[in-house]
């Protein structure tokens, strides 16, 4: 199947032929549904931490902030800003030159609300000799759109998120990787008041990020008083999955084997490339003005104090068990901590023999640490909290998307639905053992947890694969905690009218 031409491409790609027959075998088989015993809630699975426990848990990160400790703040940013204007491009489609939909409505009749309207009206200026006001009432709304996303103009339909106006200041606009460098500074800044920042881009968007830390960097230093050390990678293309036709033979373009990124379950290798204790991690668009940005920045510390909390505790049971001096009362100790903290039970364990359940436990804690906040679901898009059952029998606490679970199953679909709270990706972890020595994050994968869809390529009909998710079956084998946070702290921005939010302004 596959010829000299192919496997100099997979060479140059840094793809082995065991990576292309795995991808082939899973198109062919598809990916099972993960076993979920519950949904997580706040009665079974997250924590709902009151305001005296808040002060304990505020005050951990602070005496951890105060240690030599790497602390950084981890981006993926590499998304495109096309789904953003999806209404913007279909009203440049449409056969109508009026704003008609409410969407549209909304966007001319609060235009100068835009923390980009200062930008879009000069290039009107300078591209049409008239201003946004003028083209408005002249009827030319289509002018003012492609001045916004095209590259005539600000060239946003281009664009990642990253580089966007989001918000209006005094001094002049932020865009969203701007409000990364201040919400680093307020939460993530170590001992030395180093903010350390990793953003993974697209090849071709790098440079501009890099000019924004070029120009910025400066300013956002004297501002919140931090030194930045800001560094970026983009995905790897030994991550890319293959394309496959309608009969799961690769799916070919001109003779050759066609390649689409793995999505952001490809970001493990990314984060597995950098060195650090403690990593914050968060999408690029779910940002706010500085004004805004209280309850972010206090649960972002609780969260972090509840991973220092728990992760101290793991420590002490790791050296406890490697001293050899441990008793059968201890032991017990460390399997309620197992069950009750960590969500990790199994029924074997009552048959264990202390040698056998010592190893048992060993073998639960001495993995990455991740604790995750949990926003209350009030229909926004994301993946949920359950409780899963693991090909060892034991439970433990994942986020799923809805492919991941059999929803014509009716007791999985009951599961499913009475869900209580979301997944917003607002996640802290920890990537080192006892020891200081790093974990290999790609040994953490459960590998049948990705996702295959239908694509379409020049007209002809395609099946691609996704790894596993990221906070889903790139770290299903990481300690999860879920601690419940405020839905103050969960404000993306999925369309450009979400920018017209009052979070956003």
Same mark, same amino acid.
């Given at each position: 199947? @596959?010829?000299?031409?192919?496997?100099?491409?997979?060479?140059?790609?840094?793809?082995?032929?065991?990576?292309?027959?795995?991808?082939?075998?899973?198109?062919?088989?598809?990916?099972?549904?993960?076993?979920?015993?519950?949904?997580?809630?706040?009665?079974?699975?997250?924590?709902?931490?009151?305001?005296?426990?808040?002060?304990?848990?505020?005050?951990?990160?602070?005496?951890?902030?105060?240690?030599?400790?790497?602390?950084?703040?981890?981006?993926?940013?590499?998304?495109?800003?096309?789904?953003?204007?999806?209404?913007?491009?279909?009203?440049?489609?449409?056969?109508?030159?009026?704003?008609?939909?409410?969407?549209?409505?909304?966007?001319?009749?609060?235009?100068?609300?835009?923390?980009?309207?200062?930008?879009?009206?000069?290039?009107?200026?300078?591209?049409?000799?008239?201003?946004?006001?003028?083209?408005?009432?002249?009827?030319?709304?289509?002018?003012?759109?492609?001045?916004?996303?095209?590259?005539?103009?600000?060239?946003?339909?281009?664009?990642?998120?990253?580089?966007?106006?989001?918000?209006?200041?005094?001094?002049?606009?932020?865009?969203?990787?701007?409000?990364?460098?201040?919400?680093?500074?307020?939460?993530?800044?170590?001992?030395?008041?180093?903010?350390?920042?990793?953003?993974?881009?697209?090849?071709?968007?790098?440079?501009?990020?890099?000019?924004?830390?070029?120009?910025?960097?400066?300013?956002?230093?004297?501002?919140?008083?931090?030194?930045?050390?800001?560094?970026?990678?983009?995905?790897?293309?030994?991550?890319?999955?293959?394309?496959?036709?309608?009969?799961?033979?690769?799916?070919?373009?001109?003779?050759?084997? %066609?390649?689409?990124?793995?999505?952001?379950?490809?970001?493990?290798?990314?984060?597995?490339? @950098?060195?650090?204790?403690?990593?914050?991690?968060?999408?690029?668009?779910?940002? %706010?003005?500085?004004?805004?940005?209280?309850?972010?920045?206090?649960?972002?510390?609780?969260?972090?104090?509840?991973?220092?909390?728990?992760?101290?505790?793991?420590?002490?049971?790791?050296?406890?068990?490697?001293?050899?001096?441990?008793?059968?009362?201890?032991?017990?100790?460390?399997?309620?901590?197992?069950?009750?903290?960590?969500?990790?039970?199994?029924?074997?364990?009552?048959?264990?023999?202390?040698?056998?359940?010592?190893?048992?436990?060993?073998?639960? @804690?001495?993995?990455?640490?991740?604790?995750?906040?949990?926003?209350?679901?009030?229909?926004?898009?994301?993946?949920?909290?359950?409780?899963?059952?693991?090909?060892?029998?034991?439970?433990?606490?994942?986020?799923?998307?809805?492919?991941?679970?059999?929803?014509?199953?009716?007791?999985?679909?009951?599961?499913?639905?009475?869900?209580?709270?979301?997944?917003?990706?607002?996640?802290?972890?920890?990537?080192?053992?006892?020891?200081?020595?790093?974990?290999?994050?790609?040994?953490?994968?459960?590998?049948?947890?990705?996702?295959?869809?239908?694509?379409?390529?020049?007209?002809?009909?395609?099946?691609?694969?996704?790894?596993?998710? @990221?906070?889903?079956?790139?770290?299903?084998?990481?300690?999860?905690?879920?601690?419940?946070?405020?839905?103050?702290?969960?404000?993306?921005?999925?369309? %450009?009218?979400?920018?017209?939010?009052?979070?956003?302004?």
């Amino acid at each position: 199947m @596959l010829n000299s031409s192919d496997l100099t491409l997979l060479d140059q790609k840094g793809i082995s032929i065991s990576q292309i027959e795995e991808q082939l075998e899973h198109f062919k088989k598809g990916f099972p549904y993960l076993s979920i015993a519950a949904s997580a809630s706040v009665e079974k699975g997250i924590m709902h931490i009151s305001g005296d426990e808040q002060s304990q848990y505020l005050n951990e990160w602070e005496s951890y902030c105060e240690q030599n400790k790497q602390i950084l703040k981890f981006v993926p940013a590499s998304g495109a800003a096309s789904r953003m204007f999806k209404d913007l491009f279909e009203f440049m489609d449409a056969s109508y030159r009026e704003p008609q939909t409410p969407f549209e409505k909304k966007f001319f009749d609060e235009i100068d609300c835009f923390a980009f309207f200062d930008s879009l009206n000069k290039v009107c200026i300078e591209n049409e000799r008239k201003d946004i006001k003028q083209l408005i009432s002249e009827g030319y709304y289509k002018t003012i759109v492609a001045n916004l996303l095209h590259s005539k103009g600000l060239n946003y339909g281009s664009m990642p998120k990253g580089l966007l106006e989001f918000h209006r200041y005094q001094e002049g606009s932020r865009t969203a990787m701007e409000e990364h460098l201040a919400e680093g500074a307020m939460y993530a800044s170590n001992k030395m008041g180093t903010v350390n920042l990793h953003f993974t881009v697209s090849p071709e968007h790098r440079i501009l990020f890099h000019g924004v830390v070029k120009n910025k960097k400066a300013f956002y230093e004297k501002r919140f008083g931090v030194k930045y050390n800001v560094s970026f990678s983009e995905q790897k293309s030994a991550t890319d999955t293959l394309a496959v036709d309608e009969n799961n033979c690769p799916f070919r373009e001109n003779g050759q084997m %066609v390649f689409r990124p793995g999505g952001h379950g490809a970001l493990i290798q990314n984060l597995n490339d @950098l060195d650090a204790d403690v990593i914050f991690i968060k999408n690029i668009d779910n940002v %706010v003005p500085d004004h805004f940005k209280q309850a972010t920045i206090q649960y972002k510390r609780l969260i972090a104090g509840v991973l220092v909390n728990i992760q101290r505790k793991m420590f002490n049971y790791l050296y406890l068990i490697e001293s050899g001096k441990y008793t059968h009362d201890q032991l017990m100790e460390m399997l309620y901590f197992l069950q009750t903290d960590l969500c990790i039970k199994n029924p074997e364990t009552k048959m264990l023999e202390d040698v056998e359940l010592v190893l048992y436990i060993k073998s639960k @804690l001495n993995r990455p640490l991740r604790v995750c906040g949990m926003v209350k679901n009030e229909g926004e898009p994301g993946g949920g909290p359950f409780l899963t059952v693991n090909q060892d029998g034991a439970t433990s606490l994942q986020i799923l998307e809805n492919s991941q679970i059999d929803l014509k199953d009716p007791a999985k679909k009951e599961l499913f639905d009475k869900g209580t709270h979301f997944n917003p990706v607002d996640l802290v972890c920890a990537i080192k053992n006892h020891h200081g020595e790093k974990y290999q994050l790609p040994h953490y994968v459960d590998k049948n947890t990705g996702f295959i869809s239908g694509k379409s390529k020049n007209g002809k009909n395609l099946k691609a694969m996704e790894l596993p998710g @990221l906070w889903n079956g790139a770290m299903s084998d990481w300690n999860t905690i879920f601690v419940e946070v405020p839905v103050e702290t969960f404000n993306p921005v999925k369309t %450009v009218n979400d920018l017209l939010r009052p979070e956003h302004q």
